[in-house]
Structure formats: C-alpha cells, structure tokens
C-alpha cells in the first residue's frame, strides 16, 4: 500500500509484483502461474487466480476491519485488476491516493480502464522502481505472496515496512489450518510457517496484529505497525 528504526533482517533482492512480461524475458517462477491464467483468460477476475470472489472480498474485509485507511496514501503491491481499491471505493472509505502495481499488464490495463477516483494502477517492475517503497503510508498485499516461497515473501514484507510510513497489512495460507496437507491441492500456492512470519514481524516492530478466525483457520493475515493505535 513511517519511522520505526529496526533492525532488518532481509533486504530487497528481487522483484515481487515484477517485470513488464514480453517474449524478451523469462517469467519469475512466482509470476508463472499469473502469466498463464492472464494468456487463457485474459485481465479478468480469473486471471487472479482466486477461487472465488467471496473469499477475495472477506479478505478485505479484514483488512479494513484492522485498519482505517480514510485519508492515507495505499500502495497495493500485486493489485491484479484493481479490486481492493474498487472495493474500498464500493464501501465509501475515502482514502487520500491509491497506486496499485502488477506485474502483467494486461490486469493494469484492466484496473485503469475501472476509473477509480484518486487510484492509479502501473506496470512496475518495483526492484528498478525503488522510489515506488516510498512516500505512501500503507502497503497491502492481498493473495500477492501465494505464489512466492515464505522467505521471498518476507524479505518483501520487510522491505515494504522500512519504508512506508505507518505500516503493512497482507495475508497468506497458515500452516496452522489443522487441514491435512494429503488432502488439498493449493498449487500454485502453499502454505507459510504461521509462528515463523510472527517471529519475524516481531522482529520489526512490537505492535503486530494477527487474525485468522475467518474461513475457518485456512487463511490468516498479519498487520504490522510503526505506531501502536491510539485508544
């Protein structure tokens, strides 16, 4: 989607909402499975590769009910067609700026063409866009991660976090679901080491918040903050 001093313990090293994909250039393994629903279907919802727009917008959901975002500035990393700003404009939180960035740029052309007020969507390759980790106070990540291993992720939550301004919110499979791994198929996703990612976020900041009491246990989200919230 900020002045917290931390010690960091991963830096940026890669590129996780990416490259303007062409024929010139080999997909990240973390964009393949994007790539290929955005070649079968285009820049729709089903190129997101969510299984249901349900369960997209109880995720965001959460996300509001753990932030007020009236009046920030979001950077939504991973934005796919321009959904949670759509959402957060359906639900009339006036939010001061929105910039959502994506590697493919056919969900960009799609998320522009939604003419959302006060957002704008880009194809961004954030490594070479550095700048793009700076001047916004929240950075949300909403399914983006799913496709990435539990370390590329972190770096990246890491990375957000040094540089925004009041913190990061995202989510992400939880191995703490008491499901049997035998019996579900999540690829390309997988599931992250719960307890790992909350030692890590505590490693940043103490004020963190964690929920997963919504789709019974499969799905958790994390809120990492430089400030604790007033009361």
């Given at each position: 989607?900020?002045?917290?001093?931390?010690?960091?313990?991963?830096?940026?090293?890669?590129?996780?909402?990416?490259?303007?994909?062409?024929?010139?250039?080999?997909?990240?393994?973390?964009?393949?499975?994007?790539?290929?629903?955005?070649?079968?279907?285009?820049?729709?919802?089903?190129?997101?590769?969510?299984?249901?727009?349900?369960?997209?917008?109880?995720?965001?959901?959460?996300?509001?009910?753990?932030?007020?975002?009236?009046?920030?500035?979001?950077?939504?990393?991973g934005c796919g067609i321009g959904?949670?700003?759509?959402?957060?404009?359906?639900?009339?939180?006036?939010?001061?700026?929105?910039?959502?960035?994506?590697?493919?740029?056919?969900?960009?052309?799609?998320?522009?063409?939604?003419?959302?007020?006060?957002?704008?969507?880009?194809?961004?390759?954030?490594?070479?866009?550095?700048?793009?980790?700076?001047?916004?106070?929240?950075?949300?990540?909403?399914?983006?991660?799913?496709?990435?291993?539990?370390?590329?992720?972190?770096?990246?939550?890491?990375?957000?976090?040094?540089?925004?301004?009041?913190?990061?919110?995202?989510?992400?499979?939880?191995?703490?679901?008491?499901?049997?791994?035998?019996?579900?198929?999540?690829?390309?996703?997988?599931?992250?080491?719960?307890?790992?990612?909350?030692?890590?976020?505590?490693?940043?900041?103490?004020?963190?918040?964690?929920?997963?009491?919504?789709?019974?246990?499969?799905?958790?989200?994390?809120?990492?903050?430089?400030?604790?919230?007033?009361?």
């Open positions: 989607m900020q002045s917290l001093n931390c010690s960091c313990p991963y830096t940026l090293g890669f590129s996780a909402s990416g490259i303007n994909m062409s024929s010139e250039h080999t997909t990240p393994h973390y964009l393949q499975p994007y790539q290929d629903a955005v070649d079968k279907h285009g820049g729709t919802f089903e190129a997101t590769l969510w299984r249901s727009k349900e369960g997209q917008v109880l995720r965001f959901e959460v996300f509001t009910r753990e932030i007020d975002f009236t009046n920030t500035s979001i950077l939504d990393i959904d949670f700003a759509a959402y957060l404009e359906q639900k009339k939180i006036e939010f001061k700026s929105f910039i959502g960035i994506d590697a493919i740029q056919e969900m960009i052309l799609t998320a522009n063409e939604r003419a959302i007020k006060n957002a704008t969507f880009k194809v961004t390759d954030i490594l070479k866009s550095r700048s793009m980790l700076s001047h916004y106070d929240w950075a949300v990540f909403s399914g983006t991660l799913n496709s990435m291993s539990q370390d590329e992720a972190m770096e990246l939550i890491s990375n957000s976090f040094q540089a925004c301004n009041v913190g990061v919110a995202f989510n992400f499979l939880s191995n703490q679901s008491w499901r049997d791994p035998a019996t579900e198929d999540l690829r390309p996703a997988s599931r992250f080491n719960t307890l790992e990612l909350l030692k890590i976020a505590f490693s940043l900041t103490p004020n963190v918040s964690f929920t997963q009491t919504y789709l019974h246990g499969h799905d958790g989200t994390i809120v990492l903050r430089k400030h604790e919230v007033p009361q």
